[in-house]
């Protein structure tokens, strides 16, 4: 798949910046194919037989990369993707048709200031988040999420109430800048007058979208840290944060078929060292869990067989 240069360019600041502090901005009025939020997600028929729940974390999402990689390898289909934060970014372009070696190519290089609109004015967050939403829909041909090869599910969160919204229909690129808004650093997204941030506020790693969608099977990749690694010394508020993230990652993965959760510490870095090793982290952990994954597989599709 050809890329252009300057988006090769471009690339490595979007997923280190827009995702790490994940960001999006104001969406001052809603056009025809603004994407329309859910609060439940409706069953998709045929009903998936494979769905992947990509988490949000920041430069940690590049561990998606090398799941993704493994899975092609291994030849396991895929026939949903859901995403939060950095999920959505990377499983937008996935479910678009990129390979996960395209994705590796495009994460390689980067330049500041190629997809951000920074501004002092901003009434609330620095960035605007314009550039991002244009840099999805130009890499994704001003697709439509419903028109994409795979379904596609962006989880938001509803700035109001907190709650987790899904989009499965309309502009991609709104849709992902709506999943991935930061408080404070981004301003919200208005989407037909009702504003949206990240979906890691609400629901980091959305095995419910999956499911509600009618999917046999799910894989959940969680990217976030793992329990008791953070050093000591590390902030009561910081832990505190932590443990209400993880309390809500914890509930979803219950209700997931596989979950993938490489180890790459407690410290992120947005740095290319960082996302080289986050890549490969989920890499060799996809591949080390590939064995049980398979043996997983055809025992759901051994039941399915039977069942009635």
């Not at 395209?102 to 290089?109: E, G, V, Y």
Request: aromatic letters at 8%; one cysteine or more; glycine letters at 8%.
């Amino acid at each position: 798949m050809k890329i252009e240069a300057h988006r090769r360019w471009a690339w490595a600041t979007l997923v280190m910046a827009a995702l790490s502090v994940t960001a999006c901005a104001q969406f001052n009025h809603a056009q025809p194919n603004s994407p329309v939020a859910m609060r439940a997600v409706p069953a998709i028929t045929p009903a998936p037989r494979v769905a992947l729940v990509l988490g949000s974390g920041g430069p940690r999402g590049y561990a998606h990369i090398g799941v993704m990689r493994v899975l092609e390898d291994a030849g396991i289909g895929v026939d949903l993707v859901v995403g939060s934060s950095v999920g959505a970014l990377l499983g937008s372009f996935w479910a678009h048709g990129y390979l996960a070696k395209a994705l590796d190519d495009l994460s390689q290089t980067g330049g500041p200031l190629t997809v951000f609109d920074f501004s002092l004015w901003a009434d609330r967050g620095w960035i605007h988040g314009q550039r991002l939403q244009d840099y999805v829909n130009t890499g994704l041909n001003n697709s439509n999420i419903e028109d994409m090869p795979r379904p596609f599910i962006a989880v938001a969160t509803r700035l109001q109430d907190k709650q987790p919204v899904f989009f499965n229909s309309g502009n991609v690129g709104v849709a992902v800048r709506a999943s991935s808004a930061v408080h404070s650093i981004f301003s919200p997204v208005g989407i037909h007058g009702v504003e949206y941030e990240d979906g890691d506020e609400s629901l980091p790693v959305a095995v419910r979208a999956a499911r509600q969608a009618g999917a046999q099977f799910v894989i959940a990749v969680d990217v976030t840290a793992r329990p008791g690694s953070a050093p000591e010394g590390t902030s009561a508020v910081r832990l505190e944060r932590e443990a209400r993230r993880r309390a809500h990652i914890d509930q979803e993965l219950q209700h997931a078929d596989f979950v993938i959760h490489p180890d790459m510490g407690f410290a992120t870095r947005p740095t290319p060292t960082f996302f080289r090793m986050a890549r490969l982290s989920g890499e060799h952990e996809a591949q080390r869990l590939l064995p049980q994954l398979k043996a997983a597989l055809r025992n759901t599709a051994h039941a399915n067989s039977k069942a009635p």
